[in-house]
Nanobody
């Protein structure tokens, strides 16, 4: 199982980024997927979750209305559109099959700062 996250970077408050996660080694289209993040000194937390066909999504209260999770089952790829970014969104972002155990990808760093 592999997760390769990309799209992070340095952005000013109020800016936007789109993260991508290319996956392999499992049946992506049969998997509920999630985006997670870990800020410095904090535990990893679930940011957003999406069901198999993308019809149902759930978000942490802290990102609701600003982030949008989506998926492309033909490309085995998960996305996270992040708008109106805040300094508290600074973290390493990871994707993973929801509820699964095992190793994580390398993540992609998002820094929100002026």
């Amino acid at each position: 199982v592999q997760y390769v996250e990309s799209g992070g970077g340095l952005v000013q408050p109020g800016g936007s980024l789109t993260l991508s996660c290319a996956t392999s080694g499992f049946t992506f289209s049969s998997s509920v997927m999630g985006w997670y993040r870990q800020a410095p000194g904090k535990e990893r937390e679930l940011v957003a979750r999406i069901n198999l066909l993308g019809g149902t999504t759930n978000y942490a209260d802290s990102v609701k209305g600003r982030f949008t999770i989506s998926r492309d089952n033909a490309k085995n790829t998960l996305y996270l559109q992040m708008n109106s970014l805040k300094p508290e969104d600074t973290a390493v972002y990871y994707c993973k099959r929801y509820g699964s155990v095992g190793s994580w990808g390398q993540g992609t760093q998002v820094i929100v700062s002026s």
